[in-house]
């Protein structure tokens, strides 16, 4: 039987990054440099590398994604089997979930990274990279839309988080749990996802402010308010628990409504935005009856992102509501 056709696409990250003369580490190696790490890759892959970035996974843009899911987009049409995105774990949540929206192609794309280091002891890159070469060249990953696979576990986009600074184990999808594990060199999937809605046509090339506002106990609003004034074209809002806000920010929301599209999303690390049970002033009935839009379970940073792509694809608003609602 053939090996699975694959790209290995990197843009940096810890996984590629070795110790510079000016102290600490820098993203130095390319796609070909980490593929002729792993041992057994070949066995289970044929590969082909880009590296278009080098980068630490906190200078990506929403543009930079946006191209490479029209890399995606491209090369998936043709022969290949699938795609591995390698990228600084510290944005991996955020990177899968823009893929996860644009590219709408059955065969898998996994984002991976590593935790410590190439030079370090227990470098976890190459069992990483492994693994997600693995998944992407499976059958049983397909349809999944975009997966981030770390420590051997298989995540949804748009469930997954980093949730450690610092252990390999850092990945979890809190609302379900991973879909899937790689054992014995073989993706087995436990759970099955709906994909969720993508964000298809063409996207407008500015990228429009999307301010991500957490809300903390006696918050006053000031920051919300000043929203509009900074230039901001949408507020995601994380309230507290299943979407509250202190009494006195309500009339704030419904100012901001007026001006620009607002979601609610919790501040919790997980579970969905309520929608009919606390009616009291900045309870979630009172924020989503004065126009602001639920979240549902997604995260205010993954809520942000489909917040500035569908203000890109020039979507009316009252479509949006789709797009953030659960497959
Ligand atoms: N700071 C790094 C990055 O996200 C962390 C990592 O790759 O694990 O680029």
């Known amino acids: ?3 699975p056709r694959l790209l290995l696409l990197s843009l940096g990250g810890t996984i590629t990054m070795t110790r510079s003369s000016g102290g600490g580490i820098v993203p130095t190696l390319t ?4 593929a002729a790490t792993v041992p057994g890759l070949d066995a289970v892959a044929a590969i082909e590398t880009l590296s278009p970035l080098r980068r630490p996974s906190a200078g990506l843009s929403l543009d930079d994604l946006i191209g490479v899911a029209r890399t995606l987009i491209e090369r998936l049409a043709g022969d290949l089997d699938g795609a591995v995105v390698i990228q600084g774990t510290d944005t991996i949540e955020e990177t899968a979930f823009v893929l996860d929206r644009l590219v709408t192609s059955d065969k898998p794309v996994v984002v991976t990274g590593a935790m410590r280091g190439p030079e370090s002891a227990g470098a976890d890159g190459p069992a990483n990279l492994l693994a997600a070469a693995i998944v992407a060249g499976s059958r049983a990953a397909r349809g999944l839309g975009t997966l981030a696979v770390l420590n051997d576990e298989i995540h949804a986009a748009r469930l997954v988080q980093k949730a450690h600074t610092a252990l390999p184990s850092a990945f979890r999808s809190p609302l379900a749990g ?3 594990l790689v054992i014995e060199g073989e993706a087995r999937i436990h759970v099955r996802v709906g994909r969720s809605l993508p964000v298809v046509g063409p996207l407008a090339a500015e990228p429009p402010p999307v301010a991500l506002v957490k809300i903390g106990l006696g918050d006053d609003g000031r920051l919300l308010a000043a929203l509009p004034e900074l230039g ?4 995601v809002i994380e309230g507290m628990g299943a979407g509250h806000v202190p009494e006195a920010l309500a009339e704030t929301v419904s100012g901001l409504v007026e001006l620009m599209p607002v979601v609610l999303a919790t501040r919790a690390q997980s ?3 309520f929608c009919r049970t606390y009616g009291y002033p900045g309870g979630e009935i009172d924020l989503l009856r004065r126009g602001a839009l639920s979240a549902g379970s997604l995260s205010g940073l993954k809520a942000r992102l489909l917040l500035q792509l569908l203000l890109r ?7 949006y509501g789709a797009f953030f609602a659960e497959p």
Do not use: E, I, K
């Open 1 to 3: 039987m053939s090996l």
């Open 178 to 180: 991973p879909l899937g």
């Open 232 to 235: 901001f074209a949408g507020a």
């Open 313 to 319: 694809a020039g979507l009316a608003p009252s479509a």
């Open 271 to 273: 579970g969905p935005v």
């Open 31 to 34: 796609a070909s440099d980490l």
